[in-house]
């Protein structure tokens, strides 16, 4: 951005102190200024700010088989000069005075719109990705802070996650760990490529820089939240550390928990639906992702058919009493015919539904979303046209019923016509296309998906709460109360029928020696 050559007027500094006390910063930004700067120039030098930006170096390792680029890691640790050289502006000494630091602050972390957040992101990545050798074809408009062109590379787009997810796990752990695991975060590029129009297996294929950022505002807008949680958390860390401003490093055994390979929802998939999400719900996805303690990721799991047992009355009892985001995923196959595969193509899907599980033999509910997640991840929102959310009929009225309702799970749709059944046996799964469904956006749930319904085993089915400790100490009082009741109904008072004259035994005896005989009854 150059260097200042005027000095701010007082005018000037209480503007932007006022700025930055509007989103309570302030004190914040007092406290490290005060560490950071050097007590004769009264400036921070640009070297402590870059340092004070900066991650600690580490060796990242993927999860999928795909490979990590070589520039990836000198990527990473030119973030901080990237930032300091981009939004905080120095003075004739090379150092950033008080009112720069507080307008850097604020152009990287102040009240914007979505749109203006993503574009820092995209400046900041140009930027760290021209410092290590490897600069996208992107250029900015000098005069449009807003207007963004040239082309962005599928595999620049996944190494873009990448830095967004390793700045999100920074801001989120008070300690910096050894290894440095990346997700498999390929249904997430795929589906860029799907909505640019371009071949998703090839990485190397430009996209219009203009559609990927219409494609992040629609798909992932949290995306562009990564940058600014990532400068606030560093400078707080700065203004709480007693010495430097280096990040700690971990002692040894203090890991992240290990996600096995049989969960459904992992670290990947759990990011990428925190990311379409702006509530509660993005956090306590967020915390599963970057938790430390095994036991509490994994407390928020209510349902897995493989350890809890397949059918809609065991997922019944291990969902009943929860009030609160519920996260369901399934796991299933299908045919691939065009590749000829029939053993079928393993996919994922999720539905969220934001005020649990009710045993009901109508649709219910006021919003919720149906994802597509792997191979490809697609966000099938809601469309404001119905209400036909989730559909839960655990077991049939008592009595007869001419038309009895279907037991099972749906979403969208129509009772007999959903857009999504799942029997009582959790065995197979109707899909149906999205022209029946008036609930939740068009588009497909699984590859392939034509006009004709499909039927697919399922192999996996899994339900997380998302509305934190509180409802689950909720659901276990309930279900407390549930099992108390019903040994109440269960016991039998014996002092009741201690006389035989009054015993019901007595009275079905008498009845079946001589039905018809007559009584007298006591008045």
């Known amino acids: 951005m150059g260097a200042s050559t005027s000095t701010p007027s007082r005018p000037e500094e209480k503007e932007a102190e006022s700025l930055v006390a509007s989103i309570g910063a302030l004190p914040t930004l007092q406290t490290s200024f005060a560490k950071l700067s050097d007590p004769q120039s009264k400036s921070i030098p640009l070297h402590s700010l870059q340092q004070c930006l900066s991650l600690t170096p580490q060796e990242p390792l993927p999860e999928s088989p795909s490979p990590i680029p070589d520039h990836f890691p000198s990527l990473l640790t030119h973030l901080g000069p990237s930032i300091a050289d981009l939004f905080f502006v120095s003075g004739e000494g090379g150092g950033v005075s008080w009112v720069e630091f507080l307008r850097g602050y604020i152009a990287c972390c102040g009240r914007m719109p979505g749109s203006a957040d993503l574009d820092n ?3 900041l ?3 760290a990705s021209a410092r290590a050798g490897s600069p996208p074809k992107l250029e900015f408009d000098s005069d449009d802070d807003g207007k ?3 082309s962005l590379l599928l595999g620049d787009l996944r190494m873009l996650l990448w830095v967004c997810w390793v700045m999100e796990r920074s801001s989120r752990s008070r300690v910096e760990e050894d290894g440095l695991v990346l997700p498999d975060l390929g249904g997430l590029v795929s589906s860029a490529g799907d909505a640019c129009g371009v071949d998703v297996l090839d990485y190397e294929i430009p996209v219009p820089a203009p559609k990927m950022r219409a494609w992040v505002l629609v798909t992932v807008p949290g995306l562009s939240q990564c940058f600014p949680r990532f ?3 560093r400078l707080q860390r700065c203004a709480a550390s007693e010495g430097d401003s280096e990040p700690s490093t971990s002692s040894a055994g203090d890991t992240y928990l290990s996600i096995p390979d049989t969960c459904l929802l992992s670290r990947g998939i759990a990011w990428e639906i925190s990311l379409t999400l702006r509530s509660t719900m993005s956090e306590e996805l967020l915390d599963f992702c970057f938790s430390r303690n095994g036991d509490k990721a994994y407390e928020n799991l209510l349902y897995k058919s493989s350890v809890n047992g397949k059918g809609l009355s ?6 009943e009493g929860y009030h609160g985001p519920v996260l369901m995923l399934m796991s299933g196959s299908s045919p691939d015919a065009l590749k000829g595969d029939t053993d079928g193509q393993r996919w994922v899907i999720g539905m969220l539904t934001e005020q649990g599980f009710e045993n009901r033999d109508t649709f219910y509910g006021s919003s919720g979303s149906l994802y597509a997640l792997s191979p490809i991840f697609h966000v099938l929102s809601h469309s404001g046209k119905e209400k036909n959310f989730v559909y839960c009929h655990v077991s049939p009225r008592r009595g007869y019923e001419t038309h009895p309702k279907p037991v099972g799970l749906a979403f969208g749709g129509t009772i007999g016509n959903e857009r999504m059944f799942i029997d009582e046996d959790f065995a197979i799964a109707t899909i149906r296309h ?6 939740y956006q068009p588009g497909s749930l699984v590859p392939n998906q034509g006009f004709l319904p499909l039927e697919a085993p399922i192999l996996e089915v899994e339900a997380w709460g998302l509305s934190g400790k509180a409802a689950r100490e909720q659901q276990y009082s309930y279900k407390k109360r549930e099992v108390l009741f019903t040994e109440q109904r269960r016991k039998v008072d014996l002092k009741t029928f201690a006389n035989w004259e009054d015993s019901p035994e007595k009275m079905m005896m008498d009845m079946v020696s001589d039905p018809n005989r007559v009584q007298r009854e006591d008045r």
Do not use: E, I
Not at 314 to 319: E, Q, Y
Not at 434 to 439: E, I, L, R
């Open 121 to 123: 992101l995209f400046r």
């Open 125 to 127: 990545y140009s930027s």
């Open 148 to 150: 963004m062109s040239g």
């Open 231 to 233: 400068v606030q958390d």
């Open 314 to 319: 065991r997922f019944w009892s291990n969902v």
């Open 434 to 439: 999205h022209a029946v469904d008036k609930t």
